[in-house]
T-cell receptor, first 113, second 115 residues
Framework: QKEVEQNSGPLSVPEGAIASLNCTYSDRGSQSFFWYRQYSGKSPELIMFIYSNGDKEDGRFTAQLNKASQYVSLLIRDSQPSDSATYLCAVVNYGGATNKLIFGTGTLLAVQP | DAGVIQSPRHEVTEMGQEVTLRCKPISGHDYLFWYRQTMMRGLELLIYFNNNVPIDDSGMPEDRFSAKMPNASFSTLKIQPSEPRDSAVYFC?????????????FGSGTRLTVV
């Protein structure tokens, strides 16, 4: 079992729709959770982080965390063609005072105009 | 802030040659990470440093790979000898414990092609 799992996609949504990206993780000690966006040929860019159960909203983005189910998701409202990218989920367990992010392989999102 | 700076952006080399990738982290960041990204395996952590000391190199594929951080503002990842299967994008990232989100800032990456 991979430590962080994501559906590779592509996930195709029409412009203006809600895109829902999902991620599961295996380490129950994971404490913080991150979503990165990576455009083709570019480096990953941090867009959201969450560490408490529930929802966290930032503009059109909402991160949702359920530690009991070891599940984290990212919702993108009013999807735009510019949101087309690969979305990487990452988790960290700070046990032992480390700061090591483990990444999923990413979900490719395609927003159709 | 100039961000994390990597060089070169692109490197094409012949099999068997030595390759050196360079990284300058964000000033004040105390963690530095080297990742490799391929289509098949995604982002793989190779090694990371805390205050210039290597903490975990379990991701380094084999002895051909080595990394150093002689000071807080510079790190290198060396491959000797290089092989075609080393072709990938290599990212350097830095972070600071105690920042709001503990997230990493990535450099622009080095695209390595070994022919």
């Amino acid at each position: 079992q991979k430590e962080v799992e994501q559906n590779s996609g592509p996930l195709s949504v029409p412009e203006g729709a809600i895109a829902s990206l999902n991620c599961t993780y295996s380490d129950r000690g994971s404490q913080s959770f991150f979503w990165y966006r990576q455009y083709s040929g570019k480096s990953p860019e941090l867009i959201m982080f969450i560490y408490s159960n529930g929802d966290k909203e930032d503009g059109r983005f909402t991160a949702q965390l359920n530690k009991a189910s070891q599940y984290v998701s990212l919702l993108i409202r009013d999807s735009q063609p510019s949101d087309s990218a690969t979305y990487l989920c990452a988790v960290v367990n700070y046990g032992g005072a480390t700061n090591k992010l483990i990444f999923g392989t990413g979900t490719l999102l395609a927003v159709q105009p | 802030d100039a961000g994390v700076i990597q060089s070169p952006r692109h490197e094409v080399t012949e099999m068997g040659q030595e390759v050196t990738l360079r990284c300058k982290p964000i000033s004040g960041h105390d963690y530095l990470f080297w990742y490799r990204q391929t289509m098949m395996r995604g982002l793989e952590l190779l090694i990371y440093f805390n205050n210039n000391v290597p903490i975990d190199d379990s991701g380094m594929p084999e002895d051909r790979f080595s990394a150093k951080m002689p000071n807080a503002s510079f790190s290198t990842l060396k491959i000797q000898p290089s092989e075609p299967r080393d072709s990938a994008v290599y990212f350097c990232a830095s972070s600071k414990i105690g920042t709001e989100n503990y997230g990493y800032t990535f450099g622009s990456g080095t695209r390595l092609t070994v022919v």
